[in-house]
């Protein structure tokens, strides 16, 4: 079992910055696969962000390319998203999720079923 634990949402107005942690415990961080979701009101969760177990190999969603930054520390088994030029459609709960592979490159990063653990969310909310 993994447990996955986020912070660093909160209340932003538009153009600013945040950054979400992702601290994991319970397994070797550099087994997993780490990526970023998130879930606006009355939509879909959809995929943010993803990086394989090294931090080598990094892939976004088309929306957040430029913007955020998905990156990892194993040696604090956290995963961060560095989110810049925050918009209000950018309005969501944030979720960190873990993937159990150690492949070089992740095939089907945008789907959320290839994720094994979750967390429970951080609240990221730009106002305009």
């Known amino acids: 079992q993994v447990q996955l634990v986020e912070s660093g949402g909160g209340l932003v107005q538009a153009g600013g910055s945040l950054r979400l942690s992702c601290v994991a415990s319970?397994?070797?961080?550099?087994?997993?696969?780490m990526g970023w979701f998130r879930q606006a009101p009355g939509k879909e969760r959809e995929f943010v962000a993803a990086l394989n177990w090294s931090g080598g190999s990094t892939y976004y969603a088309d929306s957040v390319k430029g913007r955020f930054t998905i990156s990892r520390d194993n040696a604090k088994n956290t995963v961060y998203l560095q989110m810049n030029s925050l918009k209000p459609d950018h309005t969501a709960v944030y979720y960190c999720a873990a993937a159990t592979t150690r492949q070089p490159t992740l095939v089907r990063y945008w789907r959320a079923d290839i994720y094994d653990y979750w967390g429970q969310g951080t609240q990221v909310t730009v106002s305009s």
């Open positions: 319970g397994r070797t961080f550099r087994d997993y696969a």
